[in-house]
């Protein structure tokens, strides 16, 4: 599994049960290796970034016609480090979700 997808599954796995749909699927940016996704739910959107060259990954959601980080920047130094701060990135994710429903 790459660093992506491992990105990419942990947010998948938030989302999905939502009922948030990948409308833009694994779009390859530049031969550096860099992709993203998009999942939508109505007007709501999220993206999953991976940088190839800097060989770090982010989640931006789509707010006021601007992309907005969620969290913080993760990075592939080492796989339990990867782990780690795709962990906290997904406690972002949930905190994001449960301040725009209101709870």
Not at 35 to 50: E, Q, T
Not at 56 to 79: F, R
């Given at each position: 599994?790459?660093?992506?997808?491992?990105?990419?599954?942990?947010?998948?796995a938030?989302?999905?049960?939502?009922?948030?749909?990948?409308?833009?699927?694994?779009?390859?940016?530049?031969?550096?290796?860099?992709?993203?996704?998009?999942?939508?739910?109505?007007?709501?959107?999220?993206?999953?970034?991976?940088?190839?060259?800097?060989?770090?990954?982010?989640l931006?959601?789509?707010?006021?016609?601007?992309?907005?980080?969620?969290?913080?920047?993760v990075?592939?130094s080492?796989?339990?480090?990867?782990?780690?701060?795709?962990?906290?990135?997904?406690?972002?994710?949930?905190?994001?979700?449960?301040?725009?429903?209101?709870?």
């Amino acid at each position: 599994m790459t660093d992506y997808q491992l990105l990419k599954t942990k947010i998948s796995a938030i989302l999905v049960p939502l009922n948030y749909v990948e409308v833009t699927i694994d779009t390859e940016r530049d031969l550096d290796g860099s992709v993203d996704c998009i999942y939508a739910l109505g007007a709501s959107r999220f993206m999953v970034s991976w940088d190839g060259e800097e060989d770090c990954g982010m989640l931006e959601k789509w707010t006021n016609n601007t992309w907005i980080m969620v969290g913080n920047i993760v990075h592939g130094s080492s796989k339990t480090e990867l782990v780690r701060s795709v962990d906290e990135l997904c406690r972002s994710l949930k905190i994001t979700i449960q301040e725009k429903n209101g709870r």
